[in-house]
């Protein structure tokens, strides 16, 4: 009986002889309140709440949210982009002008922590999500998975990106 987790560091401990350096909740908080603190100066909208106690904590639950369902950078500024245009439009409502600017420059803050939140990542350190990531990338090179039979139980839902690794199985 495994998690996703398990199965998880169980795989990438068999196929490398390094092992992964795990980042749990407190370590995720740390890293986003130093790279909030290096980007302060290119966030606009954020800029104000970004050094409010629990904001780095927030950020991380967000970043986990947009992991566990596969949402990259380049989606958010898909979305940013596309409210952008909107306040651009003919709209003579000053509200949803104003509410589509926000929200463009909100996404744009966003966009820029969650993008260096991912290229610290890349340095070698995982966290849950992130190990999810590893383990889909490693089921199709798996001879241990090849002809394994999977029981699922005990679950009431899935995210993405567990569904993405019940897919691969």
């Not at 606009?44 to 927030?58: M, R």
């Not at 639950?61 to 439009?89: D, N, T, W």
């Amino acid at each position: 009986v495994l998690s996703f987790q398990r199965l998880a560091h169980l795989l990438l401990t068999k196929k490398s002889l390094v092992q992964p350096v795990y980042m749990n909740e407190m370590g995720r908080v740390m890293v986003l309140s130093e790279l909030i603190r290096k980007h302060q100066d290119q966030l606009t909208a954020l800029k104000q709440v970004a050094g409010n106690p629990g904001f780095a904590a927030e950020l991380g639950s967000l970043f986990k949210e947009f992991q566990q369902y596969c949402i990259s950078p380049l989606q958010l500024q898909a979305i940013g982009q596309q409210a952008a245009k909107g306040r651009r439009a003919s709209d003579s409502n000053k509200i949803s002008q104003e509410f589509n600017r926000t929200f463009a420059e909100k996404l744009q803050d966003i966009c820029l922590l969650y993008e260096a939140w991912r290229g610290f990542r890349e340095t070698g350190y995982l966290d849950h999500e992130e190990i999810l990531t590893q383990l889909l990338a490693e089921i199709p090179q798996s001879d241990w998975l090849r002809d394994a039979v999977i029981w699922v139980d005990s679950f009431a839902t899935f995210s993405r990106q567990e569904q993405l690794v019940l897919l691969a199985l």
